[in-house]
């Protein structure tokens, strides 16, 4: 199975999108071989930012969006057809940014479709301006003096909205980061998955996740909200990693056929 493309790869030489674009080839390749779905049925959609380029990259259905417009670019392909595998790349600027109606109102539906956040707390294409989810205080382009801000928390809105499957992960850990992004294809409802992907040209943030990162307990109650938004809210100086909330309930595109 070929999932790479002829494309020369323009990304920054050590991005961590290169683990990401790994990371999911290797989700498509164990779901594909454990017939959880066909490789035909799938579809990846991607917005604009660094993240918007494994569109080329990906020799699989691909379709890109205006900046901030994936979610309902790809809601409208499950829609059409829903026996197809639906995924959709974004950044973080793309989503909590640009499209952030778009993304709330698609977990409020609880479409079947599984977001990938890029999360690098900034607009890397565009040479490191703030959004949405920087830090208080981020210099860049356009804030030099740094951003007044208080940074949006990307979890505990979608938990706020009603997703079924709410993630983290970091791109320095492709085993996980396989498994996680592999858990959202395959569940049946609206998954979201912020990755954690640290722009080493604009705001290299390694050191500090490398230190930060911790994974969920093991024993961790995934159908439990309010630990979930718990967790995501504790300010002891650690990212916990994993899968935090998953849950069943009636999809959009089964409630209108």
Partial sequence: MELSTKAKITWCPGCPDFAIFVAFKKAVEESVGENKFKLEDLVAGAGIGCHGKISDYLNV???NGLHGRIIPTVTGVKVANPALKVV???GDGDTFSEGLSHLLHAAQKNVGISVF????ETFALTTGQYN???PKGFKGASTPLGSTDEPMDPLLMVLSAGV????RTYAGDMATTTKIMKEA???KGFAFVEMIQPCITFYDTREHFKNSVEPLPLEWPTNDLGKAI???REQTGKTPCGIFYKIEKPT??????
């Fill in 252 to 257: 959009f595109e089964d409630q209108i056929v």
């Fill in 164 to 167: 079924t499957f709410v993630a």
């Fill in 185 to 187: 294809m395959n569940h």
């Fill in 117 to 120: 956040m890029h999360q690098n």
């Fill in 88 to 90: 959709a790349f974004a």
């Fill in 132 to 134: 949405s989810v920087s």
């Fill in 61 to 63: 259905n691909t379709i």
């Fill in 230 to 232: 718990e967790k995501v």
